[in-house]
């Protein structure tokens, strides 16, 4: 065994001393042929020998030996193969520029000479990349052809060539498959069998192209991508399909009515009207491609016009809404709300929510509360888009302005409006709103006065703290906040990748502002020990997010002198700067951190400072269940 791996590592440096040498020789030396051809030979034989001792080595090798010698640790075969394509490349390089030069001198004088006058029309083309083949049915036979036309059918590559280029073809699944493979001519067309079994399977790369053509979705609302996608996608099924010798010259009909089937209601039309002049006739499939290809460059003409007003009246409104602020307030979780596009979002039935008939039985009032809530646009009530984003050309058959019939108000609903906007300012609300300016803004825009709202301008600290996580990754310095309006733990995705945590799967929905819900999949647990009283340790079960809350606090904040803060133990030094939020504590632990105890001083202003125990974390996983938490928020 030490023999022949010592012979191993003897030929791996004859070969790469060769090498070396060849690009040491001079250039008339290397033009000749007959040197090239000659090292040719000797690298063949070269390889031949380091082969066959490869195949003696792993036959006489004990498993444990294959796992610990350093020969198979270090992958001298394959760095041998590696090495030996470089310089038979190399080698071939040289030849064919010889060749070349020997054609060219051997070319007929008289026929140079007619070539003078004729300019050099080659063009160099950029080189030809494999295409990666990453285990998809409807990617393999694009990728068969290009890799049977490139490499397995040229004569010129060697087996260890060719099984080189094939497993960097491959990712995903494809190349788990081969990774065991060692590159080596022998293995080759077993390698190519192996994966052409797997994938070159008509029945399952048919029904991978129906799935794909059945399957694409609805177009709700007219849009030049959508368009675009269903014939590009519909083109390259068909096409896939004849690769697959399977005619599809007869399936005009079909192919038509599934195609329209998934239009939206005015391309519908627009096509029923196209092919309305010769409606006996069954239409051509070509006919529906020439219309689709029109109907989507039109589309992308009225989006970038529409897209130019929208600016523009972006710009106008924000000059005429300067005075009016908008305040985002805190949470403790971000509540992402989606509906269904065919799906009510007042009783969630099979309808859109001006077929509804409980949203009719309403006040006016309370569907645009409802409306507001539910973040509908004012004018079409969809759920996709707001108002100043809507396409839709209609508007109120009672007064023609831009907001939907259902949410217009009547002269006895404004009173109605008023008064109640009265009652709720003599209850101390702090929104105030002037009659005659909220008369005005009804008749501008509805929006105006359910979407935004005068606020002052400042804001509230929350109670953050420095934490100092340790994992096996080394010691980090993070941030949490704590929140007794929560009634559980988070940690955001970030931080868990960060520290290394392991994650224990849950299934449960949390519950925030509005009723949202979120879905929650994984929970870690993590111990926190204070950093100003040592020894004191608490464990907290925390419940994994994507992202917490946005950076807090919302701007930089000035402290006052006179708190002389600077001279308490801060949990978190920089809590009048912005910064990222990475751990929620929540009411489960808030009892526990909080240490006893206030700071007062005799000033105008605030005189409380509650003190928290900033903490130090490290990583474990969460064993309980969990089927589903309320989270309460603040504004």
């Given at each position: 065994m030490e023999r022949l791996i010592k012979g191993q590592q003897e030929l791996f440096e004859q070969l790469r001393?060769?090498?070396?040498?060849?690009?040491?020789?001079?250039?008339?030396?290397?033009?000749?042929?007959?040197?090239?051809?000659?090292?040719?030979?000797?690298?063949?034989?070269?390889?031949?020998?380091?082969?066959?001792?490869?195949?003696?080595?792993?036959?006489?090798?004990?498993?444990?030996?294959?796992?610990?010698?350093?020969?198979?640790?270090?992958?001298?075969?394959d760095s041998f193969q590696e090495s030996f394509i470089q310089y038979k490349a190399l080698l071939k390089e040289y030849l064919d520029y010889t060749d070349q030069n020997t054609t060219i001198h051997a070319i007929d004088a008289n026929e140079n000479a007619s070539n003078k006058n004729q300019g050099n029309s080659e063009v160099q083309l950029p080189r030809i990349q494999l295409p990666i083949f990453s285990g998809k049915y409807t990617e393999w036979q694009s990728f068969y052809d290009m890799f049977v036309s490139l490499i397995h059918e040229n004569y010129t590559l060697s087996a260890v060539q060719k099984l080189h280029y094939l497993k960097s073809s491959l990712s995903g699944e494809p190349e788990v498959l081969l990774r065991n493979f060692a590159t080596t001519s022998a293995n080759y067309k077993e390698a190519w069998e192996q994966l052409t079994k797997r994938y070159n399977n008509k029945r399952y790369n048919c029904n991978a192209i129906m799935k794909t053509l059945f399957?694409?979705?609805?177009?709700q609302h007219e849009s030049a991508n959508s368009i675009r996608h269903l014939l590009d996608t519909t083109t390259s099924c068909l096409k896939a399909l004849n690769n697959l010798n399977i005619g599809t010259e007869q399936w005009d009909a079909v192919i038509i009515h599934l195609v329209v089937s998934k239009l939206d209601h005015e391309s519908h039309r627009q096509w029923e009207n196209y092919i309305s002049t010769a409606s006996d006739e069954l239409p051509k499939w070509s006919q529906l491609e020439q219309f689709l290809e029109t109907r989507f460059r039109t589309l992308e003409m009225i989006d970038t016009s529409k897209q130019t007003t929208s600016n523009k009246m972006t710009i106008q409104s924000k000059g005429l809404?300067?005075?009016?602020?908008?305040?985002?307030?805190?949470?403790?979780?971000?509540?992402?709300?989606?509906?269904?596009?065919?799906n009510c979002a007042m009783c969630n039935g099979s309808h859109f929510i001006y077929y509804c008939i409980q949203f009719k039985k309403l006040p006016v009032l309370e569907r645009q509360n409802i409306a507001q809530t539910k973040r509908l646009c004012f004018n079409c009530l969809a759920p996709t888009h707001p108002v100043y984003k809507c396409h839709q050309n209609t508007s109120c058959r009672k007064c023609g302005k831009k907001h939907h019939t259902l949410l217009h108000f009547e002269k006895g609903d404004k009173e109605a409006f008023n008064i109640l906007k009265q009652n709720d300012s003599s209850k101390g609300e702090p929104q105030q709103c002037n009659n005659e300016e909220t008369s005005t803004m009804n008749e501008r825009n509805v929006v105006a006065n359910f979407s935004r709202q005068d606020l002052k301008n400042y804001n509230v600290l929350l109670a953050t703290a420095v934490v100092k996580s340790n994992s096996k990754n080394g010691s980090y310095v993070i941030r949490a906040l704590l929140d007794q309006g929560s009634q559980a733990s988070f940690v955001s995705e970030d931080t868990v990748q960060l520290l290394g945590l392991k994650r224990t799967n849950v299934n449960g929905k949390v519950s925030g502002l509005g009723d949202g819900q979120m879905v929650i999949k994984h929970a870690v647990s993590i111990e926190v020990e204070s950093r100003h009283v040592p020894g004191k340790v608490i464990c907290v079960n925390a419940y994994v997010l994507k992202s917490l809350t946005s950076l807090l606090p919302g701007h930089e904040v000035r402290i006052p002198d006179w708190l002389e803060l600077k001279t308490l133990p801060l949990a978190d030094p920089?809590?009048?700067?912005?910064?990222?939020?990475?751990?929620?504590?929540?009411?489960?632990?808030?009892?526990?951190?909080l240490l006893s105890g206030k700071v007062i001083k005799k000033h105008a202003g605030p005189d409380n400072v509650t003190r928290?125990?900033?903490?130090?974390?490290?990583?474990g996983y969460l064993k309980r269940p969990v089927s589903k938490l309320c989270v309460l928020t603040k504004s």
């Open positions: 001393k060769a090498e070396r040498n060849l690009k040491k020789a001079n250039h008339e030396v290397r033009a000749k042929s007959s040197y090239l051809i000659a090292r040719m030979e000797a690298l063949n034989k070269l390889e031949e020998a380091f082969n066959q001792n490869h195949l003696e080595i792993v036959a006489i090798a004990t498993e444990e030996q294959m796992e610990t010698l350093q020969y198979f640790q270090d992958d001298l075969q399957g694409q979705k609805n177009i809404n300067q005075a009016v602020k908008a305040k985002a307030f805190h949470s403790a979780l971000n509540v992402k709300q989606s509906s269904s596009e065919q920089g809590f009048a700067s912005p910064g990222k939020v990475d751990i929620l504590l929540g009411a489960d632990v808030y009892g526990e951190i928290v125990v900033s903490v130090k974390c490290k990583g």
